[in-house]
C-alpha cells in the first residue's frame, strides 16, 4: 500500500510504517503526478485536494491533520467513493492557549482588567468552547455566537451576531465557507466593521479570508480598532507586508502548532486509516514527545501589580507569542518575492511548543484566585 504525506505531519512515518509504503512531500509540492498511485493520502491545510488533484487516482481514503477541512472537496470525495477524515479538535486547545498568550499580553500592555472587559466569541465549537471556559474561569463577560448551535439547541446563550458588536474582544472560531445561511467569507468586512465600538479589540485565528483584509486595513487606518491580533491571513503564504505592519501581534498561521495538538492530530487521522482499513490501531504516541524546555516556573504573587501580570509573566515564559510575531515580521526585512517562501518556512521549522498541562507552576505568596486562573488556563499550579 502506497502511502503520500505532508512531510509536516509529525510521527507521520513511525505511525503509518507498518500500514504501508510512506513517502513524505512538502504540502504544496504535492501534485497529481504524486498521488496517481496512491492508495492513502494524508495533508494538511496546504494541500487543496479536488477533482485537479485526484482524478484519475488510485486514492481510496483521504485524512487530513487539521481542524479546518475547507482545502478538501468533500462533495467530490462523497462522489468519487473516496474516505474521508479530519482531525477535528485535535488543537483546540492550543489555539486557546494562543488566545490568552496575546490576550494577557494585550492586558498587560494596555494595563487592562480582564473582568472588566467583555468577550465576544463567534464560533463555539471545539476551539470556542474552551476559549469561553476559560475567559468565564478569568472572570470576564462572555457573548457567544453560533448560529448553527442557536438552531440545534435554542440555548438562549448563542446570540445573534449584532448583539456582540458592543464587546471590547472580538475572537473569531468558525471554518470557512462561502454558502449558505452561516457563510463566513468575509464574515467581517467594512459593514461589520463600522458596526463595532470604537476601540475594539479583533483576533482572528480561524481562516484568513473570515475577514476582509483589506477592509481591515481601512479600518485599521482610522484608528478605531484599538489591536488586532492576526494568526491567519489571506492569500497565505503571500500575505500583505501592508497589514502585518498594521496589526498589534501577528504571526504565521501557528495558534494550532503546539506539538501536542499535531500529535493529536495525527494520532487521529492514524486511527482513522486503521478504521477504514479494518486493522487494530498499534501506534501510540506516549512517550515519544520530548519534555517541555521550562517544566516548571516560580512566581512571587506579592511582586506582581495584578492577576494580569502575574498570569502574563507565567504564560509567557510557557509560550512567549512575541518571539512569533518578531520572526513574522523579519519578513519585511526580505525581498518581497522571498515573503511566501519564508512564511512557509515559519511553518515548517516552527519550534517545539508544548501545552500548559505540562509545566508546573509554583506560587509564593499566592491569593487564591491566582491559583484558580492558573488551573482554568490549564496549568498544574501549586503553592
Known sequence: MRIIADE???????????????ETFAGRAISPDVVRNADILLVRSV?????????????RFVATATIGTDHIDELYLQRRGIGFASAKGSNAN?????????????????????????????????????VVRIAQGLGMEVLQNDPPLARQTADPRFLPLEALMNADILTLHVPLTYEGEDATY???????????????????????????????KGILA?????????????????????????????????????????VNGTRMIYEAVCNFLGVKPTWNPSGQLPPPKISEIRINGNALRSDEEALNTVVQ?????EKDDARLRAMLKIPPEQWGTYFDSLRKNYPVR????????RVNNYSSSLIKKLKVLGFMAEE
Open 186 to 216: 468575509h464574515l467581517f468586512d467594512e459593514a461589520k466593521f463600522r458596526q463595532m465600538q470604537p476601540a475594539t479589540v479583533l483576533f482572528n485565528t480561524s481562516r484568513g479570508a473570515v475577514v476582509d483584509n483589506q477592509a481591515l
Open 8 to 22: 509536516n505531519i509529525p510521527f507521520v512515518r513511525e505511525a503509518f510504517a507498518e500500514l504501508g509504503e510512506v
Open 222 to 262: 482610522t484608528g478605531q480598532l484599538a489591536a488586532v491580533v492576526l494568526d491567519v491571513w489571506e492569500n497565505e503564504p503571500h500575505i500583505d507586508g501592508e497589514l502585518l505592519r498594521m496589526v498589534t501581534i501577528g504571526t504565521p498561521h501557528i495558534a494550532g502548532y503546539s506539538l501536542d495538538g499535531k
Open 94 to 130: 492550543s489555539v486557546a492557549e494562543y488566545v490568552f498568550a496575546a490576550l494577557l499580553n494585550l492586558a498587560v500592555r494596555y494595563n487592562w482588567k480582564l473582568a472588566e472587559k467583555t468577550l465576544g466569541v463567534v464560533g463555539v465549537g471545539n476551539i470556542g468552547s474552551r
Open 354 to 361: 508544548r501545552e500548559f498541562f505540562n509545566i508546573k507552576v
Open 47 to 59: 494541500t487543496k485536494v479536488n477533482s485537479e488533484l485526484l482524478e484519475g487516482s488510485s486514492v
Open 317 to 321: 515564559q510557557a509560550y512567549p507569542i
